[in-house]
């Protein structure tokens, strides 16, 4: 989705309750918060993108609703992180350890604590670079587990702290939740168009 990039230095940025504010004002847009203070201002997704989004999100849910590990999120979502940034994943997992250790005003604001798990689906409208800064800032402040999707390229990336960033080269593989999202699997044929699944299968 196309961004745009409010500089806030003149004003002094915003505090997170002004932000909190900001962004449940203006619920049309999807706005995040940088670690330097800017303000990040994402235009609605398209409708094919949107399809995609939604098939993910259910699909973690089924997962979470079966196991009971934790809670799961949409893309609506903000994560107040150990750098001051406040982002939005298009899906994520919490544990419910992690989750039951908030207070309920911070359950109810932006939750101050990265995701255990992350993902990220690009459209086509995003720059694979600053995707992939974005998935970086996730494990840097504590994620455990965390994928990129492009289904233009019909590439996968898989990011874990301490190591290199793994690259699935094609669409025909599935992607394995592993320790973090136990018997969790993402067949990444389904993000394909469905006449595309269809002949794949």
Not at 99 to 108: C, K, Y
Not at 155 to 163: Q, S
């Amino acid at each position: 989705m196309e961004t745009y990039t409010l500089d806030m230095s003149r004003i002094g940025g915003l505090t997170d309750e002004q932000f909190f504010h900001l962004a449940t004002a203006n619920k049309q847009l999807k706005l995040e918060r940088t670690s330097t203070g800017e303000i990040l201002i994402m235009a609605l997704t398209g409708a094919a993108t949107g399809i995609k989004n939604s098939h993910l999100t259910m699909l973690l849910g089924m997962w979470n609703w079966q196991t009971k590990r934790g809670k799961t999120f949409d893309s609506s979502t903000g994560f107040k992180l150990l750098n001051g940034a406040i982002r939005s994943p298009d899906a994520a997992f919490v544990t419910n350890e992690r989750w039951n250790a908030l207070t309920n005003d911070e359950q109810r604001r932006f939750a101050p604590l990265c995701p255990d798990f992350v993902l990220e689906l690009m459209s086509e409208s995003d720059y694979l670079r600053a995707a992939q800064d974005k998935m970086h800032e996730w494990i840097e402040n504590g994620c455990r587990l965390a994928w990129l999707l492009d289904t233009e390229s019909e590439r996968a990336y898989i990011y874990h702290p301490n190591a290199d960033v793994v690259v699935i080269p094609s669409f025909d593989a599935t992607l394995d939740g592993e320790d973090v999202l136990p018997g969790f699997a993402l067949n990444l044929r389904e993000l394909r168009e469905p006449r595309e699944i269809a002949d794949a299968l």
